[in-house]
Nanobody
Framework: QVQLVESGGDSVQAGGSLRLSCEVS????????MAWFRQVPGKERERVAR???????RYIGSVEGRFTISWDNNKNSLLLQMDALKDADSATYYC???????????????WGKGTLVTVSS
């Protein structure tokens, strides 16, 4: 059974940095696409960055150049390095894994419970 556990959320000043981590258990990431989403109350969850098994990455425009998504093989964890944080980055951040059959059930989407990031100016 795939389980995702996020950590690293905190309260920081604008301009600061945080690194989020999503530990994956139940499979080896290398066979499933993953992503970081964020959500604020009253708004839809939005995908911030995604990471494909081949190593390709994509970001939404508002975080391009400030956030970096990567995979830590040693910790079996998906990371999100967030630099130059802005007030608008405040949200609960969620880790997502899309099952492929090799990792998780094919077509099933797995979520962590989220970690809260608060940025104040």
């Amino acid at each position: 059974q795939v389980q995702l556990v996020e950590s690293g959320g905190d309260s920081v000043q604008a301009g600061g940095s945080l690194r989020l981590s999503c530990e994956v258990s139940g499979c080896t990431y290398s066979r499933a696409p993953m992503a970081w989403f964020r959500q604020v109350p009253g708004k839809e969850r939005e995908r911030v960055a995604r990471y494909e098994p081949g190593g390709s990455t994509r970001y939404i425009g508002s975080v391009e150049g400030r956030f970096t998504i990567s995979w830590d093989n040693n910790k079996n964890s998906l990371l999100l390095q967030m630099d130059a944080l802005k007030d608008a980055d405040s949200a609960t951040y969620y880790c997502q894994l899309r099952g492929t059959g090799y990792c998780g059930r094919h077509g099933e989407t797995y979520w962590g419970k989220g970690t809260l990031v608060t940025v104040s100016s």
